[in-house]
């Protein structure tokens, strides 16, 4: 299905100073720690001055719930991981959560952060987290909030059909090539539908609850009360919305059924996280607010992802000249010893020109690999092989370089957690809309250092050469 962007374009007929207050003062009452467990780093592209833990130790959740902020994020990478490891870690996060907020006598809800295009482990991680939360309180998860709306990369959910904004057009996600994910595809054009197809039957898309786009440009919070007060057994809602204001008017309905004891389940893309956690606007990040050490080292840009965008966007940073770029060539992945003599060949080129002062590209084979044997979680650990051969290109680095972009969720991933060996960052913010920017702590490799996570499905063509350029100066 095909929209035009005027679709977008919404009369709304209330206060939306009065629905601001109304928000603001429920966030002040809310008594519940939002946990968000993000299936890979891209997540935080809504926020700043948020914190992320990539570890789930007690010593760590016990900082995490002691912060003065509302929320805070648990980076998993669980998108790059099989359905068994996910499991794993999930059961761990859960139960350390729970350990620590009863230690701290706090009481916490649970977001499932996950793609804007419907991608990853769903509907295992929530189905997990709502076994392990009511095991663990006593309580009952009343139902699960699907809501991928996320304005700056485009996705909008209309007459509960999810789109993808290409300039002036909106495609419903099951006709975009994220639907065709190896590992996450899926077909259904409706959520109601996708929610029966990704569960397998177990919930009805006649049963799923779906709050309708009129009913929040009418900023009618007592009607979204009053479905949500009727979601029971944990049942679906899907949230329809354009706007940030849609889903403000959202957030008020659902505070006041969680405030009269209902509880909830949230999947979702990076937007609701910013709404519910009172999360203010920010202006784009500046290279003088990013860049705290200079140097006269050059920085180091990864990519990874295969999206025909991350593609186009590295075709476009070519045309700056000021760059160096080095392909590894990613379809040796099946011979492990010409694939090692590969990567230490970019390494060693890499190392040579950021010392110059040059910033280097370096970039897999755009060419897909494939597993031989058409299984989804072979396909899975290949991709995860080259990624690894990708970080090791920043954490094998003995030079320092001034800034650090990288371009892809699996990718994003290793380089924060294995080559940066980041325990706990501040997202400083965004450098272009949806693109986030964390600080690495001192702990890291490069302390410090601006760490620019690239999400493979976002911006125009220009945006990675124009990231890259603010950065160089």
């Given amino acids: 299905m095909k929209l035009t962007s005027e679709a977008l374009v919404r009369e709304r007929s209330y206060d939306a100073a009065a629905v601001e207050a109304m928000l603001a003062e429920a966030i002040q009452k809310n008594r519940r720690k939002i946990v968000v467990l993000d299936d890979d780093p891209t997540g935080v592209q809504t926020v700043h001055d948020i914190s992320v833990y990539t570890g789930w130790d007690e010593e760590s959740m016990r900082e995490a719930f002691l ?32 350990r620590v907020a009863k230690a701290l006598g706090r009481e916490y809800m649970f977001i499932s952060r996950s793609d804007s295009t419907l991608r990853g482990h769903y509907p295992l991680e929530p189905e997990l987290l709502r076994a392990d939360y009511e095991k663990n309180t006593g309580l009952t998860v009343d139902g699960e909030i699907l809501c991928p709306f996320f304005k700056e990369g485009g996705r909008f959910t209309i007459d509960n059909v999810h789109y993808v904004q290409y300039g002036d057009e909106l495609l419903s996600a099951n006709e975009t090539e994220f639907a065709k994910d190896k590992t996450f595809g899926y ?26 786009l009129d009913t929040l440009l ?26 940030y204001a849609d889903l403000k008017v959202f957030a008020v309905a659902l505070y006041r059924v969680m405030a009269a004891g209902r509880n909830f389940m949230i999947r979702s893309a990076a937007s609701i996280v910013k709404v519910l956690g009172g ?3 920010q202006p784009l990040l500046t290279r003088d607010k990013m860049v705290v050490k200079e140097t006269s080292n050059g920085g180091i840009i990864v990519v990874g992802s295969h999206t025909a965008k991350t593609t186009a966007q590295l075709e476009c940073l070519k045309q700056n000249e000021k760059i160096a770029f080095l392909e590894l060539d990613a379809t040796l992945v099946r011979d492990e010893e010409a694939f090692k003599k590969e990567v230490d060949r970019c390494l060693a080129d890499e ?12 970039y897999t084979t755009r060419a897909l690999i494939t597993a031989d044997t058409g299984d989804k979680e072979d396909e899975l650990r290949l991709s995860v092989r080259i990624s690894d051969a990708v970080q090791s290109l ?16 699996i990718t994003s991933s290793d380089v924060g957690t294995k080559a940066l060996a980041v325990k706990k960052a501040n997202v400083l913010g965004q450098i272009k809309p949806g693109i986030p920017v964390w ?32 950065l160089m100066g």
């Fill in 394 to 409: 920043v954490g094998r680095l003995t030079v320092t370089p001034s800034f650090v972009i990288a371009k892809g969720g």
């Fill in 67 to 98: 912060e003065e902020g509302n929320l805070f994020y648990i980076m998993t990478n669980s998108r790059g991981m099989t359905a068994e490891e996910t499991t794993k870690i999930h059961h761990e996060i859960a139960a350390v959560v729970d």
């Fill in 187 to 212: 077909m259904s054009e409706t959520m109601p539908e996708y929610v029966e197809e990704k569960t397998a039957g177990a919930f009805k898309a006649e049963d799923v609850t779906c709050i309708a």
């Fill in 218 to 243: 009418r900023g009618d919070v007592d009607t979204v009360e009053q479905q949500l007060l009727a979601v029971k057994d944990f049942n679906k809602v899907i949230v329809n919305a354009v706007d």
């Fill in 351 to 362: 190392e040579r020109l950021i010392r110059e002062g040059t910033t280097v590209c370096c």
């Fill in 439 to 470: 600080q690495t702590g001192e702990e890291s490799k490069f302390p410090l250092t601006p760490y620019v996570i690239f999400p493979g499905n976002v911006g125009t063509e220009q945006t990675l050469r124009e990231a890259a350029e603010i």
């Fill in 279 to 281: 999360v203010t606007d």
